[in-house]
């Protein structure tokens, strides 16, 4: 059995910074890629960030130059700094174990949430 177990999330002030971490346990012949996504009440999920096991990385616009993903084995890491109002979200990991299909494992979620 797989399982995502994330941490780290909570409650920051705008400016304020957070580091998520997502160990992957279980049965995974091979990780392609970590990632992180996040949904908003009344949006869709999207990608926040992720990182390949070659150490490649992909960011969404709205966080490039503010959140930086990395990678230990199976451990994947968010760190984000001069977080907005708009980056709260419940905030996902995910595997990816080949580079053309998407996440195959999902964690259950993490909320973050940036408040005055």
């Known amino acids: 059995q797989v399982q995502l177990v994330e941490s780290g999330g909570g409650l920051v002030q705008p400016g304020g910074s957070l580091r998520l971490s997502c160990a992957a346990s279980g049965s995974i012949f091979s990780i392609y890629a970590m990632g992180w996504y996040r949904q908003a009440p009344g949006k869709q999920r999207e990608l926040v960030a992720s990182?390949?096991?070659?150490?490649r990385t992909n960011y969404a616009d709205s966080v490039e130059g503010r959140f930086t993903i990395t990678r230990a084995g199976r451990t994947a890491y968010l760190q984000m700094d001069s977080l907005k109002f708009e980056d709260t979200a419940v905030y996902f990991c995910?595997?990816?174990?080949?580079?053309?299909?998407?996440?195959?494992?999902w964690g259950t979620g993490t909320q973050i949430t940036v408040t005055s």
């Open positions: 990182i390949t096991a070659a150490g």
């Open positions: 995910s595997v990816r174990t080949s580079y053309n299909t998407g996440p195959a494992y």
